[in-house]
T-cell receptor
């Protein structure tokens, strides 16, 4: 079946540091890939997505590139801020429907 | 983005009782709603998918008679945990999706503790 593997957290960084959160997947067919973010006390929000190989999703300074050859969708940001502290979930969807398969989430803590 | 609310945000109940959790889409019509369960340090596990006016489709291993889902309107879905037991203690999250969008909008979750 489909699955998503993310690096375990928590990840603690200083402000303005470079961020990478690794995500790899296994799926039948050609999945769409997503990153969701959950700020404390709030619901998950879609951060970015990519629907086909080599697509790059980007939003709020975050980027992720759909790499079919390595089945990866790593999240990156060049300079993190304290306000980026949250839990980040990688997810995929196959079959054209809305059904999502999530990774375990990675908590990011950004300190001054 | 679209807003989904859940009520209550946290609930404590005694073993053997039933608990109802509400999920509302506040500014859009959710033709499909999803219910997830999240264990500590685990991913969100999809429990069931419901379309307005239809019976819910449950994932393998989820007891439909224990987790009753009702999606009677385009803005409200409810999850009732019947005869709750301590092992049902978890974080329950709902999401909604509109007819023309595959994007899901998530509620903030409900923490259920069964004593």
């Amino acid at each position: 079946g489909d699955s998503v593997t993310q690096m375990e957290g928590p990840v603690t960084l200083s402000e303005e540091a470079f961020l990478t959160i690794n995500c790899t997947y296994t799926a039948t067919g050609y999945p769409s890939l997503f990153w969701y973010v959950q700020y404390p006390g709030e619901g998950l929000q879609l951060l970015l997505k990519a629907t086909k190989a080599d697509d790059k999703g980007s939003n709020k300074g975050f980027e992720a590139t759909y790499r079919k050859e390595t089945t990866s969708f790593h999240l990156e940001k060049g300079s993190v801020q304290v306000s980026d502290s949250a839990v980040y979930f990688c997810a995929l969807s196959t079959g054209g429907g809305n059904k999502l398969t999530f990774g375990t989430g990675t908590q990011l803590k950004v300190e001054l | 983005g679209a807003v989904v609310s859940q009520h209550p945000s946290r609930v404590i109940c005694k073993s053997g009782t039933s608990v109802k959790i509400e999920c509302r889409s506040l500014d859009f019509q959710a033709t499909t709603m999803f219910w997830y369960r999240q264990f500590p340090k685990k991913s969100l596990m999809l429990m069931a998918t419901s379309n307005e006016g239809s019976k819910a489709t449950y994932e393998q291993g989820v007891e439909k008679d224990k987790f009753l889902i009702n999606h009677a309107s385009l803005t409200l879905s409810t999850l009732t945990v019947t005869s709750a037991h301590p092992e049902d203690s978890s974080f329950y999250i709902c999401s909604g999706a509109g007819l023309t969008s595959y994007e899901q909008y998530f509620g903030p979750g409900t923490r259920l503790t069964v004593t």
